[in-house]
């Protein structure tokens, strides 16, 4: 019998350790953690014959302090570092290292996948293209770094389509995913403490739509246009800026001109169907539209399932409207150019909350549209004082720091009852971890106290 070790207990990581049980497979997980909330986790899954082993990082080491033979294969989810030494010296003893996006494609390869990358809009592109191939009848779960893990729709569904969101993060394990149409949102700096650089950053992404039958991209984004014209001759580009401002001679492209929604010149619908705020989601909106048109998606259904989408959680999410301003969650946004995306998208004046654990990145066109924009800032989590030396030193000092989105929610609530502040908004351009498990708690944090208010 084949043996497998998992490493990481969370959604991805356990569905795959039960995807290969299923087929055959003798599998172990492990976790760092050592929660007791995972102890009746453990009881479950070593009930159904797969060890875990909680409280330890994996090595070789480890495996002989616990007396266990070294695996066949090592899954890792994305949250494991693919060149962390551990794993390096995993693979000079010969065991094979995969991610668990590899073990879901080779259970799915025979599904066409629409598969989704870039910086900053690809859970709300995935989100949206799913929507629109419901709406034509097709089981297409969103799934992968969105909704279902890949593991997950391998172990439980038999869908039509896959559409798949696959982070940085999924793809340094370089899996042999070949999607039928792969998209590629945004490219700015994020993750680079992971990644080294821009350039690296830019590659791992890249395999993916290498890797695809057609490329699409977005046109409007400076680095892509710049950087990936010529690269894929066959591939798809979109833009918000007409036909005009397409690659030139371009003709495999969707495009919004005139308040109409083009492909190949071809008239589909008006952009009015798209109820949520700001360019970038219309160029997310075309990037769907543009895998459901290659996909022979009819108009109706497209249009139908556009003008029901309501948004996705946590990215821009209306939460309500109190004291004559909008509260908006903008949780998701972890790096700065999305916090300057989601600022720029919403109405001014703004009380903006901001801060949590801070990330390496370009922070001058946020900082710009702070100044622009911004009524008041409350500081939040470990980056309040790094930050309020930031707003500090472009002369911005409307600012305070609160330390709690507790406090944040609180002292907004003063604030705004005495202003003509329009939106109230919450964009950390941070990642969680300081003080959450993750953005959707954070986020989820913000909901209920604004709904108390």
Known sequence: MPTAHVIGLGCSGIAAARLLQ???????????????????????????????????????????????????????????????????????????????????????????????????????????TAAIFQAAGFQAPACGNIGYSL?????????????????????????????????????????????????????????????????????????????????????WWVSC?????????????????????????????????????????????????????????????????????PGVPHRLEWICHWQDADWINDSKATNYDAAEIGLRAVPGPVILIAGGQAKIGEDRAWLKTIQEKAANVLLIGAAADDFAQRLGAIGYENYQQVETLENAVRTAAGLVAQSSVKTVLFSPACASFDQYQNFESRGNHFRKLCLEL
């Open 241 to 309: 800026q007409g036909s005009a401002a397409l690659p030139q001679g371009q003709k495999q492209a969707v495009y919004l001109e005139d308040g109409w929604i083009f492909a190949e010149q071809t008239k589909l619908i008006p952009i009015s169907l798209l109820k949520m705020p700001g360019i970038h989601n219309q160029q997310n909106l075309l990037l769907a539209v543009a895998a459901a048109y290659l996909a022979d998606i009819p108009v109706g259904a497209i249009a139908e399932g556009i003008a029901q989408f």
């Open 151 to 235: 593991c997950e729709v391998a172990l439980t569904q038999q869908p039509d389509w896959v559409i798949a969101e696959i982070s940085s993060y999924q793809l340094e394990s370089r899996p042999s995913l070949h999607s039928r149409c792969a998209l590629w949102t945004t490219l700015t700096p994020d993750h680079l403490e992971r990644h080294g650089t821009l350039e690296q950053y830019s590659a791992t992404k890249a395999q993916l739509l290498e890797q695809a039958d057609i490329p699409i991209l977005n046109g409007d984004d400076p680095y892509l246009r710049t950087h990936m014209n010529n690269r894929w001759p066959g591939a």
């Open 22 to 128: 299923q087929k055959g497979w003798q599998v172990t997980l492990s976790d760092r953690t050592e929660k007791q909330h995972f102890e009746t986790l453990k009881n479950q899954l070593e009930h159904q014959g797969i060890g875990v082993y909680l409280g330890w990082n994996f090595s070789l080491q480890t495996l002989e302090q616990q007396n266990l033979t070294q695996p066949d294969v090592i899954v890792i989810s994305p949250g494991v570092p693919w060149h962390s030494p551990n794993l390096e010296a995993a693979r000079q003893s010969g065991i094979s290292v995969i991610g668990e996006v590899e073990i879901a494609w080779q259970h799915l390869q025979s599904i066409p996948w629409v598969s989704i990358t870039g910086t900053n809009g690809k859970t709300t592109t995935t989100a949206l």
